[in-house]
């Protein structure tokens, strides 16, 4: 139950899966006696296009599932026991067959030395822990989230060699597993959230920059068409400062670039249009104002 509760605390607050799996081998180091060695690996699919292949046209292909080594307990890294890296569907050495069979089954598996299925390579390996006693016998968790059905990764740990496998035994392992796999489906919600979040920024920004080249687009298409039109065209602020204008404009009100900083008014339209561009005006500004 300490192992359990200091597990716990190590993984809290952990933000990515990485971190996660660092997270766990340190919680699982805290306890030397009941955790005399342990392997931790991960399970990813191949990045390879030419990895991933169907040995006929009729049967689908499926991508390769390799173990990636995430951390060790009592075994040196770089041991050829414990390689960083291996394929599930093409390596038939003892270990990574049942590695194999614990992802299809997604059930706990016992390896004895008695039986072969705990390679002695392995054992000959380990840096024993606690009582300094070499285990006979590991078990294999298939590490999934609460919220899946696909195997994330596997844990091998070390019996305790000097604790019988009995059902209370069966009962902390069951509790240790449901503890990584309810910690696990939170650590995956967070980085899906945040993998949603940072889509949706660079959608955002995307979609920014592709408003922004129309309207750049637009507006260059505008100021040629008011530059080759025959009729004055101009742009006002509700406050009646000119924003923009063509030749035409200053050419049939007689405005000068210097006099345009002044505000809009009526006299700047010639005869029976000043009553017509005030109606238009005032009715402007009456939009603006209950906007």
Same mark, same amino acid.
């Given at each position: ?15 990515? &899966? ?7 081998? /340190? ?8 955790? %005399?060695?342990?392997?931790?690996? $991960? ?30 307990? #009592? ?7 414990? %390689? ?12 990574? *067959? ?12 016992? @390896? ?6 705990? %390679?002695? $390579? ?14 006979? =016998? ?10 899946? =059905? ?15 496998? /009995? ?18 489906? *939170? ?6 959230? &945040? ?5 949706? &920024? ?14 750049? @687009? ?12 025959? @009729? ?21 009100? #007689?405005?000068?670039?210097? /006099?345009?900083?002044? %505000? ?6 010639? #005869?029976? $249009?000043?009553?017509? $561009?005030?109606?238009?005006? /005032? ?9």
């Amino acid at each position: 139950m300490e192992l359990l509760r200091y597990l716990g605390e190590c993984m809290n607050a952990t933000r990515t &899966v990485k971190e996660f799996w660092e997270r766990v081998l /340190d919680g699982l180091n805290h306890n030397e006696y009941d955790v %005399p060695f342990a392997l931790l690996y $991960s399970i990813a699919d191949s990045e390879d296009p030419d990895a991933i292949h169907s040995p006929s046209p009729e049967v689908p292909a499926f991508p390769i599932k390799f173990c990636l080594l995430e951390g060790t307990i #009592g075994v040196p890294r770089g041991h050829p026991a414990c %390689p960083d890296k291996f394929n599930l569907r093409e390596s038939y050495d003892t270990l990574t *067959s049942v590695f194999s069979e614990a992802t299809r089954t997604l059930e706990p598996k016992m @390896l004895c030395a008695a039986d072969g299925t705990l %390679p002695e $390579s392995l054992l000959e390996a380990v840096q024993w822990r606690g009582y300094e006693d070499p285990s006979r =016998e590991a078990m294999i968790l298939p590490l999934r989230p609460t919220n899946a =059905e696909n195997t994330c990764a596997l844990l091998l740990l070390g019996i305790n060699p000097r604790r019988a496998y /009995d059902q209370e035994y069966r009962t902390f392992l069951a509790m240790l597993n449901r503890q990584i796999a309810t910690s696990l489906a *939170s650590v995956l919600l967070f980085e899906d959230e &945040v993998r949603r979040s940072k889509h949706e &920024v660079e959608l955002a920004t995307l979609q920014k920059e592709q408003l922004s080249q129309q309207l750049r @687009l637009q507006t260059t298409r505008m100021r040629r068409m008011t530059e080759l039109s025959p @009729l004055g065209m101009f742009l006002f602020e509700p406050d009646g400062r000119l924003l923009e204008a063509n030749d035409r404009y200053y050419e049939m009100t #007689g405005v000068s670039l210097k /006099d345009a900083e002044e %505000p809009w008014s009526v006299e700047m339209m010639a #005869g029976d $249009s000043q009553r017509v $561009s005030q109606e238009m005006w /005032d009715c402007k500004q009456l939009c603006v104002s209950t906007m």
